[in-house]
């Protein structure tokens, strides 16, 4: 429950709202003198970009905030900014804030949830397909979750599987329930018809991100034939409805050079996404293939490929493993997220199926409390150089230590796999980026504003 003042900023945030379609430059800019008041030392650098591109004709996202006002429904962008801004990053993060200190463990900005582990597709070296297809987080669980979440200051949730949208009728419930959060639902998109697209428009706070992994000969390879083509039908679908969308897409030693290459983004741009999200290939699981990592070299062109286009276009584009320094290092273990499988298991991370906690067996705040995510607080940041933040991939022996003192389990119940397997598949990876990491590093703090 909002308290007075939680009240106040959002009824003052929405008024600014009705205005920003007849004049939206100097709207946004009342918005934004708005939020320099109430977010005080918070996101400076943010506000001051958003500022930046509003006022500045020639910056390339002065084009994208032009695309959100011209090409979103004025319903969803009202609820998505209300539930963004003001509840996720203002309200919430001081909420956070708070309880960070009082119980001296992390809290979540972000919960990422499976609803359920049952999929309609098989895609290659995806190991939910490993899981089964038999769990399942009821509703009730799911709500009681973000009701959790909620007293903590947690506004953001997003979906995983499995396929989420074998359960879209009730994640539509969850967003009338949670009208004040949004979600965020990584998703195959071929569950995605028109009926769907309505709810989505009805409720405002639906957004997904939908896989794909690359043109229609890759997507295909991976995922079935005819897969691309269903994709395509959905993204025109979500254009033509005026909602907010985005892709997902993890990039392998094997498909590095065209997922990341400038006619792939242009394309991304040019299909209405709003952003793109990049997965580094992770070789989790007994059945993963360690030969799809990419090389150092690889990761260094993502890496200056990304950051080049995203200066110059009009796309939001993430690398959640090469984007680190602007969130301190690892965000998992609660710090910024966590993850709750489809059987109840919180793990520190989508990526690390390592656990000593069930929802069904404790509280939010007492897994938070819990001997895995306490040690991952306690070792955060896992190391200096925000290119190696991750305790599985550059940091092996960090994870290994701390499912070992913590005797934590694999959460895999179907092929669990040891975390020494798990070790020996990344130390050489970690031991041959070391010293490429070391070397963009130091040359980007050379080169940071003083």
């Known amino acids: 429950m909002m308290n007075a003042a939680d009240t106040l900023k959002k009824f003052g945030l929405e008024q600014a709202f009705c205005g920003i379609y007849r004049d939206p430059e100097k709207n946004i800019l009342r918005l934004l003198d708005w939020a320099d008041r109430f977010a005080d030392e918070y996101f400076i650098s943010q506000r001051r970009t958003i500022r930046e591109a509003v006022t500045d004709p020639a910056h390339p996202y002065n084009q994208y905030i032009k695309h959100i006002i011209a090409d979103v429904d004025p319903n969803v962008t009202r609820t998505l900014a209300v539930n963004f801004f003001i509840k996720a990053v203002l309200i919430g993060w001081w909420r956070e804030e708070e309880l960070r200190q009082k119980y001296q463990c992390n809290i979540p900005w972000a919960i990422l949830l499976e609803p359920t582990s049952v999929c309609n597709l098989h895609c290659t070296g995806c190991w939910a397909a490993n899981y089964g297809n038999r769990l399942d987080l009821t509703y009730d669980e799911i709500n009681d979750i973000i009701r959790q979440g909620k007293s903590l200051g947690v506004y953001f949730y997003a979906y995983t599987g499995g396929e989420p949208l074998a359960r879209r009728q009730d994640l539509i419930r969850l967003c009338e329930e949670h009208f004040d959060c949004v979600f965020l639902c990584f998703t195959n998109a071929t569950l995605i018809d028109e009926s769907f697209a309505d709810e989505m428009l009805r409720v405002g706070n639906f957004v997904p991100a939908i896989s794909l992994e690359g043109f229609e000969a890759a997507t295909n390879s991976r995922r079935g034939n005819g897969t691309y083509r269903k994709v395509m039908d959905a993204l025109k679908l979500l254009q033509h409805k005026k909602l907010v969308y985005g892709i997902s897409s993890c990039y392998t030693r094997a498909n590095y050079e065209s997922i990341t290459s400038k006619e792939y983004l242009d394309f991304i741009r040019e299909i209405g996404a709003y952003f793109i999200w990049y997965f580094h290939y992770m070789p989790v699981g007994n059945d993963a293939v360690p030969q799809l990592m990419p090389t150092p070299a690889q990761r260094r062109g993502v890496y200056e490929r990304i950051r080049r286009y995203r200066a110059e276009n009009p796309l939001f584009a993430m690398d959640f493993q090469n984007d680190a320094e602007y969130v301190g290092g690892c965000i998992a273990g609660g710090r ?3 993850h709750i499988n489809a059987n109840g ?70 092929s669990p796999e040891k975390v020494a397997d798990l070790y020996a598949k990344c130390e050489p990876y970690s031991r041959e980026w070391a010293p490429v990491a070391e070397k963009i590093w130091t040359a980007s703090l050379q080169n940071s504003p003083k």
């Open 345 to 414: 298991d919180i793990n520190p991370c989508t990526f690390v199926h390592y656990s000593d906690s069930n929802i069904r067996e404790k509280t939010l705040l007492d897994a938070l409390r819990s001997p895995m995510l306490m040690a991952y607080h306690d070792r955060q940041p896992f190391d200096e150089n925000m290119l190696r933040p991750c305790p599985m991939l550059e940091n092996p022996e960090e994870l290994y230590a701390m499912v070992n003192v913590c005797r934590a389990h694999s959460t895999d119940w179907q």
């Open 336 to 338: 910024r997220y966590l």
